[in-house]
């Protein structure tokens, strides 16, 4: 991130630095609790990162054949690497993929080696774990090295567009178009259902509902595509997508094999927005953000959600709130502040009074908490009714917020947001939107100075009281942040930590567990 | 004005016809392109045309707004809509009545069933929050609400129900593509009549933006509610129906 001056507000340092803390007392056991679990996405991840792809003639990965062949041998805990590589070993073979098919027909029994066994499983386990990571490392050299010789975009903030038809290659020209009428990131939606598959879709897909599957294939298609046209462009145009739902762990891997550049990763989506259980997605959480930090991918979160779905004025600290953890969390997995896609939407009633001031208040103490972070900034759908007309004035206005908070990433809004998925000229009048109101303002940000003892500096500085009253509150529970979420202090959805989608899927470690990813991931890549 | 039965579009003049349309054709901007825009204009019935704005989007297409007077004439009388049938009641009121005549909560079971994921109208609907600054069912001290949220699949919406002995059925269909939230409604009021007497059945209500009212009986619901319906209305309506239509027998207190 170039330096430069940023706006901000004269808040107490003392009272972000007790915020700070919070979050992180907040967030501590939750790492804990995580570190002592594994999932069967973690799992399956670990088994995609050492080489294994492709799915059987039904379209069940090889990777779910496998793991759970072995989980009906051996249970979860021990983990997929100790009875998957001796079991390699014993049967003289080194590829995953042969081993998946003898165990879909039963051919292969898996058990928990031991003794000598076990140290030979281990050491012919971490090779191939480790080989996948070297790949990772050399995408994110390739995209560093892309960069250098195409070049970022000219402006801030980046513009950041979806693309979402269902059919890869029809998403492919509509990426490109995009590129070329001014989008610096695409974001290519996923159908809707794919959130709660335990399992990752294989090869190019056609079809979709409301987005296109996230597929290994799909990813490199629409990256081959989009380099393509940075060349042309002379601009590495970003591409992204989904580590949510049951699945982030191994669409995380996949994402660093492929090189792609932003994803959307919250800590607490999946659990109150998708009812997965609390502990596999903060288990799968961990992992995907270890993932991200290694592969050089900026992460999105979602506060926006926190906005959609209750009061953008009475849940503002809620964002914040949100912020706080998802910064804990990610630093903790080792993102650093230039990987922080930390979100929030442009989401007041336009009704009320001072709607736009609250609005530039909000954004201003996002920017002013996170200097460093690549703040993404989301566009009003709430209050998009259907009038067109009001809704393109509206996303003026939350383009002009953007540009004087000086956000980094601006997810383009679209007048036709809760009508129909954006036509072509709405894509255009919505770029054309951005551009007048980015050229007109310039670097009015600089300029933007709120008067200390204003309204937004007063307004910033109640909602970050509020987020620590919050913070408090989640801490005098029991077991804090997840008897929080149980008992429905995140909106009204209440979320217990032995209910949701994907428990099932959650095994506590066992004293022999063994899985080389997460150590590796833990290492600094070799520079 | 209002009791004419036949009337045209006003610009700024009664009876001056005028509309503003816009679209994109798959032309390069060129002259052939704006005649192309007014041909397709004519052909929509607005003539003269007035092509006011041409704008190439890439190379191969091009956006217009085009200005003209139609020469369709509109008749009031044979607009068909449903007209409200129920008294508008406030939260205060819907709860006297469920309280005085049920003696015990109305149970409201919520979702977005299949996999459309937006769960912003049956939210607006349920949730304390509200909608056009009317409060949510969540409000109304004698309902008991229930919001399973999103992509809930319908046997998990009947199974739910028959355990909370649901009176009513709301479900939401946002984002769906090609007739989804068609076959959703479908297939969630078939299930209902399977897995209930007809007497015992829940009341269902189906909403979201692309259904229309006149849907009802097709879809095999009780009621369709389309855009821009609040709270209000949805309790209003399912206090009218539970208690005043006389077809439909009480549970009784549970």
Same mark, same amino acid.
């Given at each position: 991130?170039?330096?430069?001056?940023?706006?901000?507000?004269?808040?107490?340092?003392?009272?972000?630095?007790?915020?700070?803390?919070?979050?992180?007392?907040?967030?501590?056991?939750?790492?804990?609790?995580?570190?002592?679990?594994?999932?069967?996405?973690?799992?399956?991840?670990?088994?995609?990162?050492?080489?294994?792809?492709?799915?059987?003639?039904?379209?069940?990965?090889?990777?779910?054949?496998?793991?759970?062949?072995?989980?009906?041998?051996?249970?979860?805990?021990?983990?997929?690497?100790?009875?998957?590589?001796?079991?390699?070993?014993?049967?003289?073979?080194?590829?995953?993929?042969?081993?998946?098919?003898?165990?879909?027909?039963?051919?292969?029994?898996?058990?928990?080696?031991?003794?000598?066994?076990?140290?030979?499983?281990?050491?012919?386990?971490?090779?191939?774990?480790?080989?996948?990571?070297?790949?990772?490392?050399?995408?994110?050299?390739?995209?560093?090295?892309?960069?250098?010789?195409?070049?970022?975009?000219?402006?801030?903030?980046?513009?950041?567009?979806?693309?979402?038809?269902?059919?890869?290659?029809?998403?492919?020209?509509?990426?490109?178009?995009?590129?070329?009428?001014?989008?610096?990131?695409?974001?290519?939606?996923?159908?809707?259902?794919?959130?709660?598959?335990?399992?990752?879709?294989?090869?190019?897909?056609?079809?979709?509902?409301?987005?296109?599957?996230?597929?290994?294939?799909?990813?490199?298609?629409?990256?081959?595509?989009?380099?393509?046209?940075?060349?042309?462009?002379?601009?590495?145009?970003?591409?992204?997508?989904?580590?949510?739902?049951?699945?982030?762990?191994?669409?995380?891997?996949?994402?660093?094999?492929?090189?792609?550049?932003?994803?959307?990763?919250?800590?607490?989506?999946?659990?109150?927005?998708?009812?997965?259980?609390?502990?596999?997605?903060?288990?799968?959480?961990?992992?995907?953000?270890?993932?991200?930090?290694?592969?050089?991918?900026?992460?999105?979160?979602?506060?926006?959600?926190?906005?959609?779905?209750?009061?953008?004025?009475?849940?503002?600290?809620?964002?914040?709130?949100?912020?706080?953890?998802?910064?804990?969390?990610?630093?903790?997995?080792?993102?650093?502040?230039?990987?922080?896609?930390?979100?929030?939407?442009?989401?007041?009633?336009?009704?009320?009074?001072?709607?736009?001031?609250?609005?530039?208040?909000?954004?201003?103490?996002?920017?002013?908490?996170?200097?460093?972070?690549?703040?993404?900034?989301?566009?009003?759908?709430?209050?998009?009714?259907?009038?067109?007309?009001?809704?393109?004035?509206?996303?003026?206005?939350?383009?002009?917020?953007?540009?004087?908070?000086?956000?980094?990433?601006?997810?383009?809004?679209?007048?036709?947001?809760?009508?129909?998925?954006?036509?072509?000229?709405?894509?255009?009048?919505?770029?054309?939107?951005?551009?007048?109101?980015?050229?007109?303002?310039?670097?009015?940000?600089?300029?933007?100075?709120?008067?200390?003892?204003?309204?937004?500096?007063?307004?910033?500085?109640?909602?970050?009281?509020?987020?620590?009253?919050?913070?408090?509150?989640?801490?005098?529970?029991?077991?804090?942040?997840?008897?929080?979420?149980?008992?429905?202090?995140?909106?009204?959805?209440?979320?217990?930590?032995?209910?949701?989608?994907?428990?099932?899927?959650?095994?506590?470690?066992?004293?022999?567990?063994?899985?080389?990813?997460?150590?590796?991931?833990?290492?600094?890549?070799?520079? | 004005?209002?009791?004419?039965?036949?009337?045209?579009?006003?610009?700024? !003049?009664?009876?001056?016809?005028?509309?503003?349309?816009?679209? !994109?054709?798959?032309?390069?901007?060129?002259?052939?392109?704006?005649?192309?825009?007014?041909?397709?204009?004519?052909?929509?019935?607005?003539?003269?045309?007035?092509?006011?704005?041409?704008?190439?989007?890439?190379?191969?297409?091009?956006?217009?707004?085009?200005?003209?007077?139609?020469?369709?004439?509109?008749?009031?009388?044979?607009?068909?809509?449903?007209?409200?049938?129920?008294?508008?009641? !406030?939260?205060?009121?819907?709860?006297?009545?469920?309280?005085?005549?049920?003696?015990?909560?109305?149970?409201?079971?919520?979702?977005?069933?299949?996999?459309?994921?937006? !769960?912003?109208?049956?939210?607006?609907?349920?949730?304390?929050?509200?909608?056009?600054?009317?409060?949510?069912?969540?409000?109304?001290?004698?309902?008991?609400?229930?919001?399973?949220?999103?992509?809930?699949?319908?046997?998990?919406?009947?199974?739910?129900?028959?355990?909370?002995?649901?009176?009513?059925?709301?479900?939401?269909?946002?984002?769906?593509?090609?007739?989804?939230?068609?076959?959703?409604?479908?297939?969630?009021?078939?299930?209902?009549?399977?897995?209930?007497?007809?007497?015992?059945?829940?009341?269902?209500?189906?909403?979201?933006?692309?259904?229309?009212?006149?849907?009802?009986?097709?879809?095999?619901?009780?009621?369709?509610?389309?855009?821009?319906?609040?709270?209000?209305?949805?309790?209003?309506?399912?206090?009218?129906?539970?208690?005043?239509?006389?077809?439909?027998?009480?549970?009784?207190?549970?």
């Amino acid at each position: 991130m170039k330096a430069r001056s940023r706006p901000r507000l004269d808040v107490d340092i003392r009272t972000v630095k007790k915020a700070r803390a919070l979050a992180k007392r907040a967030g501590r056991p939750i790492v804990q609790m995580a570190k002592q679990h594994t999932t069967v996405s973690v799992e399956r991840a670990t088994l995609r990162l050492a080489g294994l792809s492709g799915a059987d003639p039904d379209g069940t990965p090889w990777a779910n054949r496998l793991l759970d062949a072995v989980r009906a041998d051996t249970g979860l805990e021990h983990g997929i690497c100790l009875p998957v590589w001796d079991a390699l070993l014993r049967q003289d073979t080194r590829d995953l993929n042969r081993l998946a098919q003898l165990a879909a027909v039963g051919q292969v029994r898996f058990r928990i080696p031991e003794g000598r066994d076990a140290a030979r499983a281990q050491a012919a386990a971490r090779k191939p774990v480790a080989a996948g990571i070297r790949k990772i490392d050399s995408r994110r050299k390739e995209r560093d090295r892309l960069i250098k010789r195409w070049g970022d975009p000219q402006q801030r903030p980046w513009i950041y567009l979806i693309v979402a038809t269902g059919d890869i290659y029809e998403d492919m020209p509509q990426a490109q178009a995009a590129a070329r009428g001014g989008a610096d990131i695409i974001a290519v939606i996923r159908s809707t259902g794919q959130s709660l598959l335990d399992y990752v879709p294989e090869g190019a897909t056609r079809e979709g509902f409301a987005g296109t599957y996230a597929t290994q294939e799909n990813f490199r298609l629409m990256r081959a595509a989009l380099d393509e046209t940075s060349k042309e462009l002379g601009r590495y145009v970003r591409l992204t997508n989904y580590a949510s739902g049951l699945c982030m762990p191994e669409i995380a891997a996949l994402a660093g094999l492929e090189r792609l550049d932003m994803m959307l990763n919250d800590s607490m989506y999946g659990i109150l927005f998708r009812d997965i259980n609390p502990i596999r997605t903060f288990v799968d959480q961990r992992f995907s953000r270890q993932v991200h930090a290694r592969a050089g991918i900026i992460i999105n979160t979602g506060e926006d959600n926190y906005l959609t779905t209750a009061d953008a004025v009475e849940a503002a600290h809620t964002v914040t709130v949100s912020q706080l953890l998802n910064e804990f969390f990610a630093k903790e997995a080792g993102l650093e502040d230039w990987q922080l896609g930390l979100g929030h939407a442009f989401e007041i009633d336009p009704a009320i009074p001072d709607s736009f001031r609250l609005e530039l208040a909000h954004a201003l103490l996002a920017r002013t908490l996170f200097p460093d972070a690549p703040l993404k900034w989301m566009p009003p759908t709430r209050h998009m009714t259907g009038d067109v007309f009001g809704g393109y004035l509206l996303d003026g206005f939350f383009n002009l917020a953007g540009v004087m908070t000086d956000q980094d990433i601006l997810l383009v809004g679209m007048m036709t947001e809760a009508v129909v998925t954006p036509w072509l000229s709405d894509r255009d009048l919505a770029l054309q939107n951005v551009r007048y109101v980015v050229n007109a303002a310039g670097r009015l940000a600089e300029d933007f100075v709120p008067r200390p003892d204003g309204f937004i500096a007063q307004r910033c500085n109640q909602v970050l009281g509020e987020s620590i009253d919050l913070l408090e509150q989640i801490l005098n529970h029991d077991s804090g942040l997840l008897d929080a979420i149980a008992d429905g202090t995140f909106g009204l959805m209440k979320r217990p930590a032995d209910a949701g989608r994907g428990l099932e899927g959650v095994a506590k470690k066992a004293n022999d567990y063994y899985n080389p990813a997460i150590a590796l991931l833990d290492e600094k890549p070799a520079a | 004005m209002s009791d004419k039965a036949i009337i045209r579009p006003y610009g700024d !003049t009664t009876g001056d016809g005028m509309v503003q349309v816009s679209f !994109t054709l798959p032309l390069p901007h060129d002259k052939r392109a704006e005649g192309a825009a007014a041909q397709l204009a004519n052909k929509m019935g607005i003539e003269p045309a007035l092509v006011v704005h041409a704008k190439a989007m890439g190379p191969d297409f091009t956006f217009f707004v085009v200005y003209g007077r139609v020469n369709h004439l509109v008749d009031v009388s044979q607009v068909e809509v449903i007209e409200r049938d129920f008294p508008l009641l !406030t939260p205060k009121q819907a709860s006297l009545i469920v309280k005085s005549r049920l003696r015990r909560r109305l149970v409201v079971v919520g979702a977005c069933i299949g996999t459309d994921a937006h !769960t912003v109208g049956i939210d607006a609907i349920l949730n304390i929050k509200g909608f056009a600054g009317e409060k949510g069912l969540e409000y109304y001290r004698e309902f008991k609400v229930i919001n399973m949220g999103a992509q809930v699949s319908v046997p998990q919406l009947v199974s739910r129900s028959q355990q909370e002995k649901a009176d009513v059925i709301l479900v939401s269909q946002v984002v769906t593509q090609r007739e989804a939230h068609i076959l959703n409604a479908l297939e969630m009021s078939a299930a209902f009549r399977e897995a209930y007497p007809a007497d015992k059945r829940p009341l269902l209500i189906i909403g979201g933006p692309r259904f229309e009212e006149r849907q009802a009986a097709e879809l095999g619901v009780d009621r369709v509610f389309t855009r821009g319906s609040t709270p209000g209305e949805v309790a209003s309506y399912l206090v009218h129906a539970f208690f005043e239509n006389k077809q439909r027998e009480l549970h009784g207190p549970a």
